[in-house]
Nanobody, 114 residues
Framework: QVRLVESGGGLVQPGGSLRLSCAAS????????MAWYRQAPGKQRELVAS???????NYSNSVKGRFTISRDNAKNTVYIQMNNLKPEDTAVYLC????????WGQGTQVTVSS
């Protein structure tokens, strides 16, 4: 079982920035395909960004150019840098690790509001 722990969420004004972190347990992190999802109240879970084992990245159109996903295999951690945040980015952000099956963190709340 892979344990994922997210951190870094909070309240930020529109146009502000946050960096979320997701720390994974175990020794096989480098083999995991990692992703960030988000879920807003009343909405379906949405894929925000993903990063492959070789560092290839993909982003949803709604965050492209504003968010950057990265990983540090030495620290078993994946990050997402979120810039120019908008109220519509408000959601619970969840970390996902995929290796034979999906593993999920409990999520961290991001609220963008003035």
């Amino acid at each position: 079982q892979v344990r994922l722990v997210e951190s870094g969420g909070g309240l930020v004004q529109p146009g502000g920035s946050l960096r979320l972190s997701c720390a994974a347990s175990g020794s096989m992190f480098r083999l995991y395909f990692m992703a960030w999802y988000r879920q807003a109240p009343g909405k379906q879970r949405e894929l925000v960004a993903s990063i492959s084992t070789s560092g290839g990245t993909n982003y949803s159109n709604s965050v492209k150019g504003r968010f950057t996903i990265s990983r540090d295999n030495a620290k078993n951690t994946v990050y997402i840098q979120m810039n120019n945040l908008k109220p519509e980015d408000t959601a619970v952000y969840l970390c996902n690790a995929h290796y034979t099956r999906d593993h999920w963190g409990q999520g961290t709340q991001v609220t963008v509001s003035s």
